[in-house]
């Protein structure tokens, strides 16, 4: 993994890179000599002045992702100390022996790699065409850190199954990298609760690690206002929003897998079972409103609408759709926690979003709390896009 080129970034160009953004897209670049495909380049500015060192995929739009800022090596002992600087950060954490990130790509500087812990398995996802090349000997690292953490890891499987990977050139990719191959489903703890994560065929890498704390959010919010509160959870995956909710719990997913992990893993739990309805949620939403149906919370977690700027406009109509829908459904006082996880939508337009489907419903709404995913997931000051997750903590009347 020795520098096998250099980058010379076009005249004027040079200033994210100068404040620590990660990418480097084709249309600031200059030249690019000796650099192979998923090689480590030195980036300079144009009168040679160095800038930093990443890696190179001339067929990807974003040609450069940076690793370091400063004039260092970046080889296996570079490798292992900044892998060991992003566990550490998770120590502290009460859920890093159950369900936790260990390492959130650009945002850990570690672009192209995420990592989630499920247990004693990891989860990982090479997302572009270096961290690829490099995945068996970062399995093996990631093995030996977490060891003498005291954290001794079964198996490192695969999901490399994401559709960013063709923007790299790259194929979907699954599969066990290290080690005992996974159960169907691993069973892990958070919050004194049994969670089941599918990752060999699971939603991401098996469960919604973001939202864990949202999870336990919404319980919370409910257990000291509303403690029989009826509670729709839409395109709710296993269940988790209402797993420790006492009232009764409405899951609509359209998936059949999703509804019963969810249903095991409330009987893993002793929990009462849900009603699981296998739906579209804009119809389910649509199909309840005509029943005149009333619900005291509502979680609207959506799958990315947007997945470019250029499809923005569209997702937004979709969010405002949900939303507005959710509102006239909830009973006076009730909550309405509603998110969006397309990077395209920022956090001040969900907001507005969410604001022109209220007026639109007739309601009135108070926002308690701004929402994002737990500190296992942190973002980057000089990296804003990676704020993917937003979400709001409503209370209409």
């Not at 959010?217 to 029989?228: D, E, V």
């Not at 005149?292 to 509502?298: H, Q, T, V, W």
């Not at 459904?329 to 969410?354: R, V």
Request: with cysteine; aromatic share 8%; net charge neutral.
């Amino acid at each position: 993994m020795n520098t096998e080129g250099v980058v010379t970034i076009r005249a004027g160009r040079e200033k994210p890179v100068r404040q620590g953004h990660p990418w480097v897209f084709s249309g600031a670049i200059a030249r690019a000599q000796n650099a192979a495909p998923g090689a480590v380049v030195t980036v300079v500015a144009y009168d040679g002045t160095f800038l930093g060192r990443g890696y190179w995929n001339p067929k990807s739009q974003i040609q450069v992702r940076l690793l370091t800022w400063r004039e260092e090596v970046v080889n296996e002992d570079w490798w292992r100390q900044t892998l060991r600087r992003a566990v550490a950060a998770r120590l502290y954490q009460a859920e890093v022996n159950g369900g936790c990130r260990l390492v959130n790509a650009e945002n850990d500087f570690l672009p192209g790699l995420i990592v989630d812990r499920y247990a004693d398995y990891l989860v990982l996802q090479a997302l572009t065409l270096h961290i690829d090349q490099q995945k068996e000997m970062l399995a093996q690292l990631l093995v030996e850190i977490l060891d003498d953490a005291g954290l001794p890891v079964r198996g490192v499987y695969e999901r490399s199954d994401v559709d960013v990977r063709a923007k790299e050139g790259l194929k979907p990719s699954v599969g066990l990298l290290w080690g005992e191959e996974p159960p169907a489903r691993v069973a892990f703890c958070a919050a004194g609760l049994t969670r089941l994560a599918d990752i060999r065929a699971g939603h991401k890498t098996g469960y919604y690690l973001d939202q864990l704390v949202n999870h336990r959010l919404l319980a919370a919010t409910l257990a000291s206002s509303l403690p029989s509160a009826r509670v729709l959870n839409l395109f709710s995956y296993s269940g988790g929003f209402g797993l420790a909710v006492d009232g009764p719990i409405v899951n609509v997913d359209v998936s059949r897998e999703a509804l019963s992990l969810a249903s095991d893993t409330y009987a893993a739990n002793s929990r009462p079972q849900p009603e699981n309805v296998q739906a579209d949620a804009f119809q389910f939403l649509r199909d309840a409103e005509a029943r005149c149906e009333r619900f005291d919370a509502i979680v609207c977690d959506p799958p990315k609408f947007a997945h470019t700027q250029q499809q923005a406009e569209r997702a937004a109509r979709g969010y405002k759709d949900l939303n507005l829908r959710c509102f006239r459904l909830l009973n006076p006082g009730g909550y309405l926690m509603t998110f969006s996880c397309s990077g395209a939508i920022s956090a001040d337009l969900f907001q507005k979003i969410a604001f022109g489907a209220l007026v639109d419903s007739g309601r009135q709404a108070q926002i308690l709390q701004q929402l994002g995913p737990g500190g296992d997931h942190p973002v980057a000051l000089t990296f804003p896009e990676g704020a993917y997750l937003k979400g709001l903590l409503l209370r209409v009347y």
